[in-house]
Every structure is written in structure tokens, then in C-alpha cells.
């Protein structure tokens, strides 16, 4: 019989109680974890650290001067090489190797040596023609999108995967020929939709499956020519979708107002957005088994306190684990992997406190080494060494409170208000990551090179393809934007308004229904039982169901 017990502790961070349940101490033991001083959301505060959402930049290579467009900083702590440059032979990390001083901090013998090794100007691999982009993978043709996989002839994609030919796509998966969609999956031709699935040439869904021709409608269920959920015959709604004007962005801004009232006021909310997931809490997880506490994620098993994931199984506290990760925790980006722990965007087997790591095993404390194998600090050992330093690094760090802490705040990349934490996190403060030795961006991005954005025609129809050689300037960000040739062709094509702010801000406003990271207390709307939804009480949506009234009334 299992007498482990949940345990409650108080956040070295906030200060605030939270629990440890029994199934995450059954997991740290697996793992081969420490038990946490820090509550879940004070954890992904610092993954997030390691993260970069900064703005897309020219710059040169530290090795070559070659040109690049990167997310990474100005004036950063560490050199930046183009991404061929840093996996080529032209430098070698193990050429900056430090032995081990035990009469110091291993964090900040570790950071010497972080700002001692140059990054990759983009992560990702096996891309063509993906320059404006960053967190990109084995995708063609893409421009100012951000965690993108196996897509091609996206733009303004934000965790797009295996999508084609769309525009302004958020944490969506198969979708072609689409526009502004969020959490919406295996789709054609869908636009300013949202939780939909299954849908085809249809327009301002939420909540919609196997859906075509559906125009203003919510919680539809294999339906064809409806617009506001009444049922119309095809060439009844072929003509009043002709009098829709599309063109117009004050009429887009006004469809787009009105879906959310239906949203608000009319559609039925399942208590979360799982789909083909069992025995799991949290939301937007689909073909999960036995998550909990895990929110964004998908084809993974056994995993807990986890923000952004795929292909995972037995993992622990982590954000952006990709890509079958096994037995590892208490990481920020960490790809095919298998007991990997205290690390960032890396890649490798028994292995801890990586960072820029590409298949390594047995490997302590290392930045930017690749196939390599029993090192540490960058310096090699044989096994036998490797083992007895090992320990004796460990040993000093339990004496000091170091070993089981993620990577401190003073190694994250990038200022954290310029990372994912602002997707996430946007009320922390400048001081509360100074206090913890963290990076605050100073950098005014703003930009008056331009016109207003405000100031283009309110219909497409009264544009001209020249207006893809105008700077605009977003009247929210004060950032510098313009139309691409291809967003203009797109958006004539399909007869949509052009944007009128920053691509990032865009990305920023779809993803605020997936930074929910815990449940409100609600009675169902039908039965009336107590449950725990994904919907702050400001958002004042009306209609919220247990699972089982959803299914039965909806589904």
C-alpha cells in the first residue's frame, strides 16, 4: 500500500500555501526530483525566463558579421551566431571548459560559462526559408511565427502545427487556408473562429464540429448554412452572406464584438477544452492520459504541473517539453529527451543542468556542447571522473540550497519582460525580477517611422498592393509594422480588411483564454452540480457545463 500523504508548503516566492499532491510525490521520486519550495506558478514564472517572445530584429553574426534576424536581445550577455554557424566546426564549446571551484556558487560557475558560449540566432531545425521566424521546426515558407512544426506558408503563427497556407493562427493544429483562428483543429478555409474543429468555408465559429458553410454560430454539431445558428437553405445563405462585408474592418471589428457577446451571453462552455483525454485535470489537452495540472498539451501520458507540451510521458514540472520527453523534470524547453532534469532548450539522456544542449549523455552543468558524453562545466571526463564530480558538486550544492532549483533568473536570456512570461505573466513587475538577480528590457521598440495604421482605408477594396511599401505604425504597441505582399494578397483574395495592429499584439489578445492556469468554482448549467471551470468570473460567461450535461446536450 502507497502511504505517501500531500504535503503543504509555503512559496519561498510568494509566500502564498499550496499543496504537493500524492501523485506529484510518486512522480518526483520516479524522476528523481527534489520536492519544490516554489508553487506551480512561481516555477513557470522562471521557465518562462528562458523563453524569448522579444521582437523580430536584424543583426549580424559575433563570428562572421553575416547577417541574421533574430528574437534574441541587443547588447545581450553572450555572442549570437547564425544557427549554421553554431552547428558547424568553426568554434568548439569544449574549448571554453572550466574546472570546478567548490569553494563557490556551481550557478554562478555555471553562468560564467553560459555568457562564455554564443547561441544560435534561432532555434529550431530543418527549416527552408523560415528567416523571420524563431522556435521553428521542419517547416517551409513561414514569416513572424514563433513555435511552429511542420508547417509551411504560414505568417503570424503562434504554436501552429502542421498547418498550410494561413495567417494569424494560434494554438491551432491542421488548418489550411485559414485566418485569425484560435484552438481550432483540422480545418479548411476557416476564419475568426475559435474552439472549432472539423469545419470547412466558414466563418466566426465557436465551439463548432463538422461544420461547412456556417456563418456567426456557436456549439453546432454537423451543420450546414447556418448563420446565427438558424438554419438556412444554400442559396438563402449564399445571398445573405453577400450582403456580410468583409472588406470593411469597422464591420469586421463589429462581427468580431458580436461573436463574443454569443460567446458570453448564449454558447454553452464545457467545463474545459479537453479532447480525447482521460482521467486528466486541466485545459486545451487533447489525446492525454492521467495529466494533472497540465494545461496546453497534447499526445502524452502520466505527466503533471506542465504549461506546453507534445509526445511526453512520466514528466514533471516543465514548460515547452516537445517531442517525446521521458522521465525528465523541472525543465523550460527540452526536447527528445529521456531523464532530463534543471535545464533549458536542450536535448540529451541523464543529463542535468544543461542549457543549448544537443544530444548529449551524462552530461553536468554544460552550455552549447553537442554529442558529447560525461561532461562537465564543458570539460571531459572519463566516466569514473565524471561519477566522483559529479557527486562532489552535488554534495556542495544541497550544502549551499542549490541542487534541485531550476537555473537561476540571473541566466535568463533575455529581459523577462521581452520572454514568454508575457503571454503568461503580464502583471509581474520590474521589481519583483530585479529583486531575484533577473533582466528587465529598457529598450524603447516604438516606432514614429510611419503612418498611423488607423489611417488606411477602412476597405481593402480601396487599397492598392502598394501599400505593402508602407511603414505602419500600431496605434496600442507604437510598434512599426507593414502589410506583407503576401498578407495583402491573402487578405484580397479572401476579401478580409487589412490588420490595424502589431502582429505580436495580435498573437498577444488570441492567447489570453490559454493563460488560465486554474479552475473557478461554478454550478453546471444544466444539472446544476458543483464543478471547476476554465472561465475567470469577469469574463461573466452565462452557460457553463459539467462534462457529462456538454456531451449529452452539445456533443
Not at 397 to 409: H, I, T
Request: hydrophobic share 30%; net charge neutral; glycine share 4%.
Amino acid at each position: 500500500m502507497n502511504t505517501k500523504v500531500e504535503l503543504n508548503k509555503i512559496c519561498i516566492d510568494c509566500k502564498k500555501e499550496f499543496v504537493v499532491e500524492t501523485g506529484d510525490l510518486i512522480l518526483y521520486e520516479k524522476v528523481g526530483l527534489k520536492i519544490h519550495d516554489q508553487c506551480f506558478f512561481c516555477r513557470l514564472k522562471q521557465y518562462a525566463a528562458f523563453w524569448v517572445f522579444g521582437k523580430f530584429r536584424k543583426g549580424v553574426s559575433d563570428l562572421t558579421g553575416e547577417s541574421l534576424i533574430t528574437v534574441l536581445p541587443n547588447n545581450s550577455r553572450y555572442s549570437i551566431y547564425k544557427s549554421h554557424e553554431w552547428y558547424s566546426d568553426d568554434w568548439d564549446p569544449m574549448s571554453f571548459g572550466q574546472n570546478y571551484d567548490s569553494s563557490r556558487s556551481f550557478f554562478d560557475q555555471l553562468q560564467e560559462l553560459q555568457e562564455k558560449i554564443p547561441r544560435p540566432h534561432q532555434t529550431g531545425k530543418d527549416n527552408t526559408n523560415c528567416d523571420w521566424c524563431d522556435d521553428v521546426w521542419y517547416s517551409k515558407n513561414c514569416y513572424l511565427s514563433r513555435s511552429v512544426f511542420k508547417s509551411e506558408n504560414i505568417s503570424y503563427g503562434y504554436r501552429a502545427i502542421e498547418c498550410k497556407d494561413s495567417f494569424d493562427i494560434v494554438n491551432s493544429f491542421n488548418l489550411q487556408n485559414s485566418y485569425n483562428c484560435f484552438a481550432c483543429h483540422n480545418s479548411f478555409n476557416l476564419n475568426f473562429s475559435e474552439n472549432s474543429k472539423d469545419c470547412i468555408d466558414s466563418y466566426f465559429l465557436f465551439d463548432c464540429r463538422n461544420c461547412q458553410n456556417c456563418f456567426m454560430s456557436w456549439n453546432l454539431r454537423n451543420k450546414q448554412y447556418c448563420i446565427k445558428n438558424k438554419q438556412y437553405g444554400k442559396v438563402e445563405y449564399e445571398k445573405e452572406l453577400k450582403n456580410i462585408k468583409l472588406d470593411s474592418y469597422k464591420n469586421l471589428e463589429a462581427l468580431k464584438t458580436e461573436l463574443e457577446t454569443h460567446i458570453k451571453d448564449e454558447a454553452v462552455h464545457r467545463e474545459n477544452f479537453n479532447l480525447k483525454t482521460t482521467s486528466s485535470v486541466g485545459n486545451y489537452l487533447t489525446n492525454c492520459d492521467k495529466c494533472y495540472n497540465v494545461f496546453s498539451y497534447e499526445d502524452s501520458q502520466n505527466c503533471r504541473n506542465q504549461l506546453r507540451g507534445l509526445g511526453n510521458k512520466d514528466c514533471i514540472d516543465g514548460m515547452g517539453i516537445f517531442g517525446t520527453v521521458e522521465l525528465s523534470g523541472n525543465n523550460s524547453c527540452v526536447f527528445y529527451s529521456y531523464n532530463v532534469k534543471h535545464s533549458s532548450w536542450s536535448m540529451g539522456k541523464y543529463s542535468e543542468y544543461l542549457d543549448i544542449c544537443d544530444d548529449v549523455e551524462y552530461c553536468f552543468g554544460c552550455v552549447g556542447l553537442k554529442k558529447k558524453k560525461y561532461c562537465i562545466l564543458n570539460k571531459q571526463y572519463s566516466k569514473e571522473e565524471y561519477e566522483k564530480l559529479k557527486s562532489k558538486i552535488v554534495a556542495d550544492m544541497e550544502k549551499r540550497g542549490e541542487y534541485g532549483k531550476f537555473l537561476p533568473y540571473s541566466m535568463g536570456i533575455c529581459g523577462y519582460n521581452l520572454s514568454t512570461a508575457t503571454v503568461y505573466f503580464p502583471e509581474v513587475t520590474k521589481e519583483e525580477i530585479i529583486n531575484k538577480g533577473g533582466y528587465w528590457s529598457e529598450e524603447d521598440l516604438s516606432s514614429q517611422d510611419g503612418i498611423s495604421s488607423l489611417e488606411l482605408p477602412d476597405s481593402i477594396l480601396d487599397t492598392k498592393p502598394e501599400i505593402s511599401n508602407q511603414p505602419l505604425i500600431c496605434p496600442e504597441t507604437k510598434y512599426r509594422f507593414n502589410i506583407s505582399t503576401a498578407e495583402y494578397e491573402f487578405h484580397q483574395r479572401k476579401n478580409f480588411a487589412l490588420p490595424r495592429i502589431h502582429f505580436d499584439l495580435r498573437t498577444l489578445k488570441k492567447t489570453r483564454k490559454t493563460v488560465v492556469l486554474k479552475g473557478y468554482p461554478y454550478k453546471c448549467f444544466y444539472c446544476k452540480k458543483d464543478i471547476m471551470a476554465y472561465y475567470p468570473p469577469e469574463w461573466n460567461y452565462q452557460n457553463i457545463s459539467c462534462e457529462e450535461c456538454y456531451k449529452q446536450n452539445i456533443a
